[in-house]
């Protein structure tokens, strides 16, 4: 089983052979630190995990020095798991816990006047990451990251119709 960021590491790296400074350029990119706990330090973490669990590997080669980039590539233990792992990542519902829930489940002790006050905050926080989202959007990118962006961009417009009833 992996983790949502250990899938969203080996699959870029299934994508392409790459460094751990162009997987954070990529997750940076295509939104994807929105959905997995992803830090800059976190992927060298991954990466080290994914190595000793053989599903990816160091690309042979000279490195200038031995803090130069390792550019890692999949195995085909790993092609295998990234396909098997995202394939049950897009078939089976999981639970999601969004925060926002738990505030809606104790919302009867806040006082009405602060509750319609978050809500606004909440409905105005939403407007904004859709911008954003939809400004990355325009990117030119391959059918699957569209994929994700168009997924997200119908998330929040969900939310935002939803908090306007509620507003």
């Not at 162009?22 to 992803?38: F, K």
Request: aromatic share 6%; charged share 30%.
């Amino acid at each position: 089983m992996l983790t949502d960021a250990e899938l969203t590491v080996l699959g870029l790296v299934v994508e392409r052979p790459r460094h751990g400074y162009e997987l954070d350029e990529v997750v940076s990119e295509r939104g994807m630190r929105d959905w997995t706990a992803l830090g800059f330090s976190s992927i060298y973490y991954v990466l080290g995990k994914l190595r000793d669990r053989g599903l990816v590997a160091e690309v042979p080669g000279e490195r200038a020095h031995a803090k130069a980039k390792k550019t890692y590539t999949a195995t085909d233990a790993g092609r295998r798991a990234c396909a098997a792992a995202a394939e049950a990542a897009i078939a089976e519902l999981r639970p999601v816990h969004p925060p926002v829930l738990a505030g809606l489940a104790n919302s009867p002790s806040i006082p009405p006047e602060r509750l319609s006050a978050a809500l606004a905050r909440r409905a105005e926080a939403v407007q904004e990451r859709l911008a954003e989202v939809r400004r990355a959007a325009e990117a030119e990118a391959p059918p699957f990251v569209r994929a994700i962006f168009d997924y997200s961009i119908k998330q929040l417009e969900a939310e935002a119709e939803w908090l306007e009833g509620l507003t």
